[in-house]
């Protein structure tokens, strides 16, 4: 059949010359990861076979490979992934034993400023080649969260006319028609699209002969941003000036691209690094007489209420608040109790949010949530420094 030619979706058409389908686009996002082994290691290849056939049957669900080597699946949620084990399971394992670990979010890096805001790091940042013929000049901004909205839906790079796309970023969001003109490349797809590599540099020679080692240094950059590892969103890096040796042999892949990277990370911390979680939007209908326990519940894992509304007619109240994804975990169980099963929630993705505090502060809750990342992940329990990444003159 066509299985094996299909990985995600595909168009069964009767005519050679048809479009395919674009590849649907959800308003939620695969925040909620688990990783899976099997029990016994001869049923490794039916798990590799069956993650295939998950991917292919439920369209919004991810199933990678992590730097570790273990396979992840990734959901909206833990009810979606609960469903999704099962299906792998039961259905494309055929009862194989299968190892779960514990359920991780996924979180986001960012910036809140321009690079050198604060005056301990310059206003821009300096790396040299390996063999330190080259240099790059690059600063860093954050892109206003609508713009992120824009992009990640590809409204915005979906305009192919460069002249029509700088016009709307000026229009729209204040950018400098110029610098919206050379814009190189949007970030690492599906989870860091929301990023831009920008080219605001004059009259330097021989530009066009690293575009592509910058970009692919950016896309792998913004794939694992420099304080955990997790996808960066929300930044926009300038090229400002590039200085490179007049021999071609001397500008090499292998010299700019670890170059390029470094300096990235370097405008990641010089300008306000920040965290960023996940959060669900919950409509709780619940009568009157059980609210203290819902406000309870929401309070307990840092909830918000953002409305409240009447069912006119009914006893009923509907509240909608913002859960952080992390603190979502048992979340229904424990309302059910504390309102004596009167109320009933329902979540679905809403927006990222920043953490509130600075990750290289101790005992922030950026900090907390940085520092259990790198443990998990197996990284060092001290943070990078701006001077790991940065070459002075």
Known sequence: GIDQYLLKSGTIAHSEETHPFVTMQFS????????????????????VEGLKRLSKSDPLVQCSMGKTGEHIIAGAGELHLEICLKDLREQYMKGAGIKVSEPVVSFAETVSERTGEDEDYPKVCVSKSPNKHNRLYVYAEPIDLELCKLIEKDEIKQIDDAKLRARRLADEFSWDVNAARKIWCFGCPPDAKANILCDVSKGVQFLNEIKDHCVSAFTNATGGGVICDEVLRGCRFNIEDVTLHADAIHRGAGQIMPCARKVYYACQIGSGPRMMEPMYLIDITVPQNAHAGVYSTLNKRRGEIHKIEERIGTPLTQIQAFLPVMESFGFTEELRKNTGGQAFPQMKFSHWQMVAGDPFKEGSSANEIVMGVRKRKGQKDVLPAFGDYYDKL
């Open 28 to 47: 939620v996002a695969a925040v909620v990861r688990v990783a899976v082994e099997p029990k016994s290691a001869q049923d490794l290849p039916k798990l």
